[in-house]
């Protein structure tokens, strides 16, 4: 068997395991009808929203593959599509999966902890195993297809764009209804979160849908797959004639994804046992077992003096060197990741000092909610960007560059199992809204909002493993960017001496900033007109306050859905103009200075924003456990406004900033033949 043969029906099984899934939590119980009726309004403003903006982004992705198709060819035209159309898939399968698990994850919180978790995981799992099923089914099918190391990039750059835009747009939508329900509904009307009387709850709890679920599935579909092109761009440029370099990358995917459907099955939980606990177990076995099965791929891949032409596939040509430096490269993307999770945890948990801290604060005021919080994000910073610094440095002196992209596929290789852990969040979320506006008893938001808590740090830490593992991806990259260079006899040297280096410095540097405003600014257009709506109807329609009359969702869905589409183009498109200006006129130098001044600033920007805004959501729900004063108090008021602030941090801008930094290296990657 060939390792693309091995790859492909692994990605088929790996979709087939996720139909699984999915088949076994639809056979459960929508519950009542007035249950059913909200998850139809829920389900239907999803699907609305999707199919609007696949519409705007297909004006653009056409534009796009027809620009590509005659500046760089068929090939990488065509992997453009594909690529697109996969993150699109996926995206679309990811919303379709929690509007499906959510409102029966309510239905099973009637029967304990233990029912709700179960089926949420089970939903979550769904999305979890179609990204990287799809993600491997299309990586190791296009480069079986083409063997076109370009035309991969092409691939990329379909699964970048629609990532950005599926972020942005669904952060947009989340955000800005979010924002809007709670600072008219909450802050104004003294309402509670997920009150039916408020116009805004159901568009509210569609944004958890395409921003967390369709969004989320969208960006970790790209960073996967850019992961492992990135891994094999630079396995083909540093072992010349050496296959099984390029192949190294999907093999481990594939590997890990065995790993992960047996890591599934050590994800339980008792009703008096610790959730997050009963999800790490099923990450920590998923990382032990592919552990394992790197050693067994890296050893059939390194030629050894004995063996060099033993092993299981055929039609290879072995790697030069020693399997332990390279499995030691490998474990050191495995290790970041455990990091990165532990250290996310840390700060964005009701258990630590830094959302405990947020909370304390809340009880002096707005103003030091917001400065504490703003203290923490920042600080939130440090341990991930030593974290990835030694990791990379580490993973150098084991195996060279090669080893940095050995230890960035790994990392992303666990892909399977963190958005399953990830998923998990919205559908919780989903799932206690649904419990509010049905009415329903006292004991299910007992169940649901332990859950909905511990869901929202989930997605936080996946966000921060997203971001990291963008990190390291865009090293690779960026290490691909200069050899090819090298190749074309450009040079690759980024003197600081030279000027055009540090023109392409500062502009790559600021870029992550200007679009977290732009991202930020759109969150805050788009929620005042949320906010005008929500006010015009509690002052028009008669009787929303006394419970006689029903809000028109759909009016304030429809609002907020426009104005989402609209505030997305702007920021999604400027990486790309940006970077083929300084490409095009400034020259490779500047694009290099370009590239690392987007990738340093764009973590830490990234980072602070995903971190600190979790943190500022959970002290608002530490304080509404009945800590600080609890929910009503001076001090709640207060974490509201904080959580108001950290919405489009974590769920807008933070995480577009992800597939952002790889637009930026792969189309200074595509631009290289015109340097």
């Not at 060819?73 to 379709?96: H, N, P, R, W």
């Not at 296959?243 to 008792?270: D, Q």
């Not at 030593?386 to 290789?413: P, R």
């Not at 002290?619 to 509201?640: L, P, Q, R, W, Y």
Request: contains cysteine.
């Amino acid at each position: 068997m060939t390792i693309e043969n091995f790859a492909l029906w692994t990605g088929i099984i790996s979709i087939i395991f996720a139909l699984w899934l999915r088949h076994s939590v639809r056979k459960h119980s929508e519950g009542d009808e007035k249950m059913k009726e909200i998850a139809e309004a829920i389900r239907a403003g999803s699907k609305a929203f999707l199919k609007r903006q696949f519409k705007t982004v297909l004006i653009v992705g056409i534009a796009i593959t027809v620009i590509i198709y005659f500046y760089l060819g068929k090939s990488i035209a065509e992997g453009f599509v594909l690529g697109a159309l996969a993150s699109s898939l996926a995206a679309y399968l990811g919303m379709q999966t929690a509007v499906m698990a959510n409102v029966r994850v309510t239905e099973a919180a009637k029967s304990g902890l233990k029912q709700a978790f179960d089926l949420a995981f089970r939903g979550g799992a769904v999305t979890g195993f179609l990204v990287v099923g799809l993600g491997l089914l299309v990586v190791a099918g296009f480069w079986n297809w083409t063997h076109n190391l370009a035309a991969l990039i092409g691939v990329g750059f379909g699964g970048s764009l629609i990532s950005v835009f599926s972020r942005l747009g669904g952060g947009i939508f989340t955000k800005a209804a979010d924002v809007g329900a709670d600072l008219v509904g909450k802050t104004e009307a003294g309402i509670p979160e997920d009150d039916p009387r408020n116009p805004a709850v159901i568009a509210d709890n569609v944004g958890d849908n395409v921003g967390d679920c369709a969004g989320m599935a969208a960006d970790l579909f790209e960073t996967y797959t850019v992961t492992l092109i990135a891994g094999m761009l630079l396995g083909g440029a540093a072992f010349a004639g050496a296959n099984a370099a390029i192949l190294m990358p999907i093999l481990m995917g594939a590997v890990a994804v065995w790993a992960s459907v047996i890591g599934f099955y050590f994800v339980k939980v008792s009703d008096n046992n610790n959730i997050m606990l009963g999800l790490y177990k099923g990450l920590v076995a998923s990382g032990i077992l592919s552990a394992a099965g790197f050693y067994w791929a890296i050893k059939e891949l390194v030629a050894m003096p004995a063996n060099s032409n033993a092993g299981y596939f055929k039609n290879i040509v072995k790697i030069p060197g020693d399997a332990g430096s390279y499995f030691s490269a490998a474990l050191v993307g495995l290790a970041v990741v455990l990091g990165m999770v532990l250290i996310t945890e840390y700060y964005t948990s009701k258990k630590f000092r830094p959302v405990r801290s947020i909370a304390k604060s809340s009880e002096s005021g707005h103003g030091t909610n917001i400065i504490i919080g703003l203290a923490m994000s920042l600080e939130s910073t440090a341990l991930p960007s030593l974290l990835i610094a030694f990791g990379a440095f580490i993973a150098f002196q084991f195996a060279g560059l090669y080893g940095v992209a050995l230890a960035a596929a790994a990392m992303l290789s666990m892909a399977g199992i963190i958005v399953a852990i990830d998923s998990f969040g919205p559908i919780t979320d989903n799932a206690g809204g649904i419990a509010e506006m049905a009415g329903l008893s006292k004991s299910v938001r007992e169940i649901t909002d332990p859950l909905d808590a511990v869901g929202n740090t989930t997605k936080a830490v996946t966000k921060g493993y997203a971001i990291a593992s963008a990190g390291l991806a865009a090293m690779v990259l960026f290490a691909a960017y200069t050899t090819a260079l090298k190749t074309k006899g450009l040079g690759a040297l980024f003197d600081l001496s030279n000027p055009l280096v540090i023109t392409g410095l500062f502009i790559g540097g600021m870029l992550p900033y200007i679009f977290a405003s732009l991202a930020m600014k759109a969150v805050g257009k788009s929620a005042g007109a949320v906010v005008l709506e929500v006010r015009r109807q509690f002052r028009e329609i008669k009787g929303i306050m006394e419970g006689t009359a029903k809000p028109d969702y759909a009016r304030t869905v429809d609002i907020v859905t426009k104005a989402a589409l609209r505030e997305m183009i702007l920021p999604a498109l400027l990486p790309i103009f940006i970077t083929l200006a300084v490409g095009l006129l400034l020259g490779p130098q500047a694009l290099g200075g370009l590239l690392i001044g987007t990738i340093l600033t764009g973590f830490f920007v990234a980072i602070s924003m995903t971190s600190g805004g979790a943190a500022w959501d959970n002290a608002k729900k530490f304080i509404e456990e009945g800590n600080h004063g609890g929910k009503g108090s001076d001090a709640h008021k207060a974490a509201v406004t904080g959580d108001t602030v950290g919405d489009p941090y974590k769920d807008t801008a933070g995480p577009a900033i992800n597939p952002m930094i790889k637009v930026v290296n792969i189309v200074a990657l595509l631009l290289i033949p015109f340097l």
